[in-house]
């Protein structure tokens, strides 16, 4: 079991949890979520990297989680700021960024601002994609707002998750518990998501501001981006596989210190196959050690 932490961000407080090894010989890892979900994600990966010889620490973001959630402070810099805090905080030796989707992006954003203080970044399924190429605000803002789901029944919501996944997770209780720890369930038995509508649409903006592609160009710690694609998609309206196929050539391109690499699977790959994505981070991790 992880140890529970708290550590002090960017003037809120943050919740962590951390996976130590009995042999620690790689880098430390700090793992980063995505929008409106946990740290639980990586709770399939994360005691896999640990028992490869890594500290793992899994950081709930401002505004999720068990972390704080304050009305303001969702733009990209202050979660560089939670995150540099957090590092300090919790004596992360130059650790490893690993963010999933607009943990990703935060995780791009720091390397950037920040390069002495990270080893290098895998960014898995997130923070090569830039949606200003695709859309004006207002555009972005209808089609990737979340659906409101307060009040629905815990019954209601589970079986939402299980249609939304496709079959392509099997709801086991470990996979359960990381989808409800993205929720807060009334004494009523119905869900509200801990991540608030209002918070979603900040972070959302924040996105949709940053220049993803042209931070990628000039980052310069090792980088591998790591995305996502399944052997059999699901119909998508709104054409992101199209993009990503646009966006992984733009990424080779780049070269030099930043890979790009396919790797088979949905957007939550954490939780549908946590081995291969525990291998193909150790691998990178590999690569940096010295």
Do not use: C
């Not at 980063?32 to 994360?46: K, Y």
């Not at 957090?86 to 920040?114: K, T, Y």
């Not at 019954?155 to 996944?165: A, I, M, W």
């Amino acid at each position: 079991m992880p140890n529970e932490r708290w550590v002090a961000g960017d003037g809120v407080r943050l919740h962590a949890r951390e996976w130590s090894s009995p042999v620690a010989r790689g880098p430390d890892l700090l793992l980063l979520h995505g929008l409106a979900s946990s740290s639980h994600i990586w709770d399939l990966v994360a005691p896999i990297l640990a028992r490869r010889g890594h500290r793992v620490v899994a950081l709930d973001q401002r505004g999720h989680g068990r972390s704080a959630k304050p009305s303001s402070g969702y733009r990209l810099e202050r979660f560089v700021a939670d995150s540099a805090a957090a590092i300090r905080a919790l004596g992360l030796s130059r650790p490893i960024l690993v963010g999933h989707s607009f943990g990703a992006n935060v995780a791009l954003e720091l390397a950037h601002r920040r390069p002495r203080s990270v080893r290098g970044l895998v960014l898995l399924d997130g923070g090569f994609l830039g949606l200003r190429e695709r859309f004006d605000w207002k555009t972005a803002r209808q089609v990737l707002a979340p659906p409101d789901l307060r009040g629905t029944p815990l019954s209601e919501f589970l079986e939402f998750v299980r249609y939304e996944l496709g079959g392509a997770i099997r709801i086991t209780p470990e996979v359960e518990a990381v989808v409800l720890s993205l929720m807060r369930v009334d004494r009523h038995g119905n869900i509200h998501p801990r991540l608030s509508r209002a918070n979603h649409l900040k972070i959302l903006r924040a996105l949709w501001e940053q220049d993803t592609p042209g931070l990628l160009r000039r980052v310069r710690v090792p980088t591998l981006v790591l995305a996502a694609r399944s052997r059999d998609p699901v119909p998508d309206s709104a054409g992101f596989r199209q993009e990503k196929e646009r966006a992984a050539s733009r990424v080779r391109a780049i070269g030099g210190h930043v890979r790009f690499e396919w790797i088979e699977g949905i957007h939550d790959v954490p939780l549908q196959r946590p081995r291969a994505v525990s291998a193909r981070i150790a691998r990178f991790a590999g690569t940096l050690v010295g």
